[in-house]
């Protein structure tokens, strides 16, 4: 680690980190770069050095809040695609990027410093890194898709329109402008996209031949299988998996105890 430099990137890194990124964890290297171009709207990257070669990086999301009924608003932190070239890993650089990661976002105000462990396992190593611990959960329901209710695409201010709408009695994370178009190309690389789906909206990814619905919201919860049927219809799928917050399901968000009231609807993480 002695010989390890860990500083915020720049923009001659890119060609860099989308290597990295792209060789992590296998995304297409158009979605990369639409990430980093959008990248300093978001929030930042901090990027490990060691003779002159970027081997390590992680993400800090900041153009996200915490918004209650209310109307107060936290701003949220979220330490997002730490990757470790393979020869640097096990020495502690992917430990030492999250804590500077955590440490830029508290320089610019984050209040709020969460993450999304990719495995369950690791929800124990963000606690001791970290000090982040399980604060959300959610459950995922298979139905059989069928072209229920009519389904047609939105855009991104029509979808930020509606979800806030549908939002705006619960606690809940609301995307800034950027962020909400990344979440928008990322569900459309996976052959997804934003829904108006009967009287809901829903945001969905196709993969493994499977729709995943990651975000399904609606004024009638009892109608929320017909709706993620349909959607699972609309993209081909014969399959559809459903996602929804549940206090008693898998381990979703790791953040400070207390700092997301257990209500809190999440929903479009970046995973």
Partial sequence: MSDLCIREYEKRDHAALTRLWAE?????EALISAFLRLLPEMGGCVAAE??????????????????????EKQ??????AVAVEPA??????????????????????????????????LFDWYGEVLGVRCALRRRVET???????PCMELSCTD????????LQERPHIRLGDAALSFQQLLCRSYGGG???VGDGVAAATLENGRCVVRELLCPDEAGRRALAASLGAQLGAAET??????????????APDGALPPDCVWNLSFD
Avoid: H, K, N
Avoid at 160 to 166: A, V
């Fill in 24 to 28: 992590t964890f296998g995304d297409d």
């Fill in 50 to 71: 060691r003779e002159g070669r970027i081997v390590g990086a992680a993400y800090l999301i900041t153009g996200m809040e915490l918004a209650s009924p209310a109307g």
């Fill in 75 to 80: 701003l949220l932190g979220y330490l997002y």
């Fill in 88 to 121: 640097a890993r096990g020495r502690g650089v992917g430990a030492a990027l999250s804590r500077a990661a955590f440490d830029w976002g508290r320089a610019r105000g984050a209040q709020i410093l969460c993450t999304q462990p990719a495995e369950p396992r």
């Fill in 143 to 149: 139905y059989s898709s069928a072209a229920l209710e």
């Fill in 159 to 166: 979808y930020r329109f509606w979800r806030e709408r549908m």
């Fill in 194 to 196: 934003f829904f108006a």
């Fill in 241 to 254: 998996l459903l996602y929804t917050p549940d206090p008693d399901g898998e381990p979703y968000i790791a």
